[in-house]
């Protein structure tokens, strides 16, 4: 199995433009989540989803966009980048909230800057 | 908003040291789940804690779940190099599906 599959995994933008990150996972679970990583900050939660075509806010929403049209898919667009949306974007999910199956399983980053 | 505290920040021990991190939720913790980074990677689950009170081991590592399912700890006895890395806790508000990271402890070990 891939697990959590995160494209890509570098990118470069320039201030206004846009961008779609993807997450892919094959593991069939149904919770699905964005972070983003910043020296001192932790990770903060982004957006996130319990199902197909389901999704929510998390703690830093604005700016982000995110759509869920398939289970094992979970995009994050960025409309208009800004300076301060560079990071690392980490995709996580997860098979269910407690129990055993409930660990997330995180992908490898999307490292982007924003110039 | 839910939030969670995590303290120190950084921490730097001789080998063999032992080495603790703390983390505080602002509201009651249906579970809680710790994870390690190591530099230039990504998150790796360590354990989850449920119940109040509960305590679990895993070697040389020894989690705590407080009794008011607010705070937790992880303790790592006699520290190697191989404990290098960020820890996180994560905890998962009851009746909310999102896990909210603590700011993490970068632990370096001295060899």
């Known amino acids: 199995n891939a697990g959590v599959t995160q494209t890509p995994k570098f990118r470069v933008l320039k201030t206004g433009q846009s961008m779609t990150l993807l997450c892919a996972q094959d593991m069939n679970h149904e919770y699905m989540y964005w972070y983003r990583q910043d020296p001192g900050m932790g990770l903060r939660l982004i957006h996130y989803?319990?199902?197909?075509?389901?999704?929510a806010k998390g703690e830093v929403p604005d700016g982000y966009n995110v759509s869920r049209l398939k289970k094992q898919n979970f995009l994050l667009g960025l409309e208009s980048a800004a300076p301060s949306q560079t990071s690392v974007y980490f995709c996580a999910s997860s098979y269910s909230l407690t129990g055993d199956n409930s660990p997330l399983h995180f992908g490898n980053g999307t490292r982007l800057t924003v110039t | 908003g839910q939030q969670v505290m995590q303290i120190p920040q950084y921490q730097h021990v001789q080998e063999g040291e032992d080495f603790t991190t703390y983390c505080n939720s602002s509201t009651t913790l249906s579970n809680i789940q710790w994870y390690k980074q190591r530099p230039g990677g990504h998150p790796v689950f360590l354990i989850q804690?449920?119940?109040?009170?509960e305590v679990k081991k895993q070697k040389r590592l020894t989690f705590q779940f407080g009794e008011a399912k607010k705070n937790s700890s992880l303790h790592i006895t006699a520290t190697q190099t191989t404990d290098v890395g960020t820890y996180f806790c994560?905890?998962?508000?009851?009746?909310?599906?999102?896990?909210?990271f603590g700011t993490g402890t970068r632990l370096k070990v001295l060899a």
């Open positions: 994560a905890g998962r508000a009851s009746g909310t599906y999102k896990y909210i």
């Open positions: 989803s319990v199902g197909e075509g389901t999704t």
């Open positions: 804690l449920v119940k109040s009170g």
